[in-house]
């Protein structure tokens, strides 16, 4: 995909709530050029047809998320108080940015066999999240893990599809009120399970009683 210019990219974005309304099976290149303002032929030109489009959209959606991520774990707190804030940050990028989100509901399954957007997402969030994992092991306010990369997918797709759930809803009158709600309640899952502690034992290390 040719990197694409700027007002190109910024005109793009119009093309997001009409999928999410329609899904991209539903939407036309000429749809798609009617709502942006775009030639056909200029999309041709910088995409190869509707899935680039959707690619592009998704793809912008978790270089956002990345940023966001970012700034919320360069931090000097310790791991679990920065794990809480790239969990708010996700969901505060995806509560933004509704019509995205709803398009990545749409097409999911399409969206998952993208090479690029996995590389994407791996950059984005897995990986963050599974050195503030080890962060955490090394400054004692996260417990070790037998494997991080399954518990980093894990916490991506709880903040994921609440905030998906949230957007299909609607668009939020106050993002950043809502990501702090919606992160309070996912974070107590994370660190502190369903399950009961056993006396003498932390949350966070409760156990079905086995070894």
Not at 22 to 41: H, Y
Not at 100 to 126: E, I, K, M, N, S
Not at 133 to 143: C, P, Y
Not at 187 to 205: E, K, Q, V
Request: hydrophobic fraction near 45%; aromatic fraction near 4%.
């Amino acid at each position: 995909m040719r990197k694409l210019p700027a007002k190109l990219a910024s005109q793009l974005y119009g093309a997001a709530e009409l999928i999410a309304e329609r899904g991209l099976d539903g939407t036309k290149i000429e749809d798609i050029a009617e709502v942006t303002g775009i030639p056909k032929a200029t999309i041709y030109y910088h995409l190869d047809g509707k899935n680039a489009v959707l690619e592009f959209l998704l793809g912008d959606l978790l270089d956002l998320i990345a940023g966001a991520v970012g700034v919320a774990v360069a931090t000097e707190d310790d791991a679990r108080t920065r794990l809480k804030a790239a969990v708010a940050a996700q969901l505060g990028v995806m509560l933004e940015h509704p019509y995205l989100c709803r398009a990545l509901v749409g097409d999911l399954g399409r969206a998952t066999r993208l090479p690029d957007l996995a590389v994407a997402l791996r950059t984005a969030f897995y990986e963050p999240i599974e050195q503030l994992m080890a962060d955490g092991v090394r400054d004692g306010s996260l417990r070790q893990v037998p494997d991080p990369g399954i518990v980093a997918a894990s916490v991506f797709g709880a903040i994921t599809v609440t905030g998906l759930g949230v957007a299909v809803e609607g668009p939020s009158t106050d993002p950043r009120r809502d990501a702090a709600r919606l992160s309070e309640s996912i974070c107590m899952f994370i660190f502190d399970g369903l399950a009961m502690s056993r006396p003498g034992m932390p949350p966070g290390d409760a156990t079905n009683g086995t070894t």
